[in-house]
Each structure stands twice: as structure tokens, then as C-alpha cells.
T-cell receptor, first 113, second 117 residues
Framework: QQQVKQSPQSLIVQKGGISIINCAYE??????FPWYQQFPGKGPALLIA?????SEKKEGRFTISFNKSAKQFSLHIMDSQPGDSATYFC????????????FGKGTTLSVSS | KAGVTQTPRYLIKTRGQQVTLSCSPI?????VSWYQQTPGQGLQFLFE???????NKGNFPGRFSGRQFSNSRSEMNVSTLELGDSALYLC????????????????FGNGTRLTVT
């Protein structure tokens, strides 16, 4: 019940295309779903996050879609750029003290120019 | 505002040795979490501290330990190093009294790369 399953493991997208990364969780107590972006040699940085009371959140070219009944959420990167090439991690947590964020295994995105 | 600072950036140790990693959270942040990152396994939760108390611990052997000081700085220690302990160790801090939330997200440092030979 503590797993967060992320797919695909790697993704190659052409410049200007749409990148889609999917995550699924099992624990219904999870109510905080962030996405992190990590460049080589750097720590993960928060990209965008959503709470389960909304089905979609958009920030610039990045959108989270959330399906509470299916226990799935996804990251969409519109108009993908070479600078978006990085590893992306989804995560989920119960949004309460003393609990940990559970991370997916990551997706390595390469955007070709 | 300075971010999360981890020292050292790189470490090379031999099997059987022990190692101590240091983390300084963002000023004002009181919760510190540690994660192990390895290729293919993503980020695995080690432990979380708040006000010098360990509130949560991941599924790692007792060789992995940590502590937090009164100024919120944290250290983690790995004793009797094994080859499989080679990884990037990440420290993260958050502002509120919970490890991570929508209003108080985790902020990661750039990690300490530990290589065990």
C-alpha cells in the first residue's frame, strides 16, 4: 500500500511535443501529490503539486491531471523543450505530521531538438 | 535565502568503515528528511527529524542512523559500510511541523555522493 508506481522509465520526445508521465498509488490516505524535477548533479526540485480535491492543475507548460477514483495522476509537459531533459519523480504522501513522501522510481526524459 | 546545504559533496570509503554526512536546512525549517537515491530505485526514505526527535524511519538496517541538533542541522551516519551503500544521499527540509505538505513542500539539497569500494 505504500508504493507509488511510475511509468515509463524513460521517454524520448521531439522538441515541441507533449511529454506524459504516469503514476499510480494504492494508499487512499495519500492526499498530497507533488512532482519533482532533477538535473544531473543536482537535488530534486519541486515542479508542481496537486491536492485530490481538484482534477487538474496547470502551471505554465506543466499540468497535473488527477483521477482520484482510479488512484492515478500524470504530468503533462506541453511544447517540450531540450531544457526539460531531466529526471522526473512523482510522489505521494498523507499530508500529516510524522509521515514521509513516497517517491516513484523516476522517468528520464530526453527532448531531442 | 540559502538552500539546503549538504557536506561533503563526494565521499569515497572502504567496506567496513563508517561515514557521517551533514545537512544544514533552510533557515527557519525545522523538519529534516533523508533519502537514499540509487539508479533504478528512485528515492528511498531513510528517516525524518523534527525538533531533535526522529518521527519516522524507513525500512533500512540499523547501520543507518541520524540525529538532529537544536539548530535543526542534521547528520546521518552509516556504520560498517557495504558496497550496496554506494548512493546519492539527499537531505530535504520543510518549514512546517510535518515532513511534507502542499503548503510546506520538501526542499532538497544537492546530495552527498558516497562511493564504497
Amino acid at each position: 500500500q505504500q508504493q507509488v508506481k511510475q511509468s515509463p522509465q524513460s521517454l524520448i520526445v521531439q522538441k515541441g511535443g507533449i511529454s506524459i508521465i504516469n503514476c499510480a498509488y494504492e494508499n487512499t490516505a495519500f492526499d498530497y501529490f507533488p512532482w519533482y524535477q532533477q538535473f544531473p548533479g543536482k537535488g530534486p526540485a519541486l515542479l508542481i503539486a496537486i491536492r485530490p480535491d481538484v482534477s487538474e492543475k496547470k502551471e505554465g507548460r506543466f499540468t497535473i491531471s488527477f483521477n482520484k477514483s482510479a488512484k492515478q495522476f500524470s504530468l503533462h509537459i506541453m511544447d517540450s523543450q531540450p531544457g526539460d531533459s531531466a529526471t522526473y519523480f512523482c510522489a505521494a504522501g498523507p499530508n500529516q505530521a510524522g509521515t514521509a513522501l513516497i517517491f516513484g522510481k523516476g522517468t528520464t526524459l530526453s527532448v531531442s531538438s | 535565502k540559502a538552500g539546503v546545504t549538504q557536506t561533503p559533496r563526494y565521499l569515497i570509503k572502504t567496506r567496513g568503515q563508517q561515514v557521517t554526512l551533514s545537512c544544514s536546512p533552510i533557515s527557519g525549517h525545522r523538519s529534516v528528511s533523508w533519502y537514499q537515491q540509487t539508479p533504478g530505485q528512485g528515492l528511498q526514505f531513510l528517516f525524518e527529524y523534527f525538533s531533535e526527535t526522529q518521527r519516522n524511519k524507513g525500512n533500512f538496517p540499523g547501520r543507518f542512523s541520524g540525529r538532529q541538533f537544536s539548530n535543526s542541522r542534521s547528520e546521518m551516519n552509516v556504520s560498517t559500510l557495504e558496497l550496496g551503500d554506494s548512493a546519492l544521499y539527499l537531505c530535504a527540509s520543510s518549514l512546517a511541523d510535518r515532513a511534507a505538505s502542499y503548503n510546506s513542500p520538501l526542499h532538497f539539497g544537492n546530495g552527498t555522493r558516497l562511493t564504497v569500494t
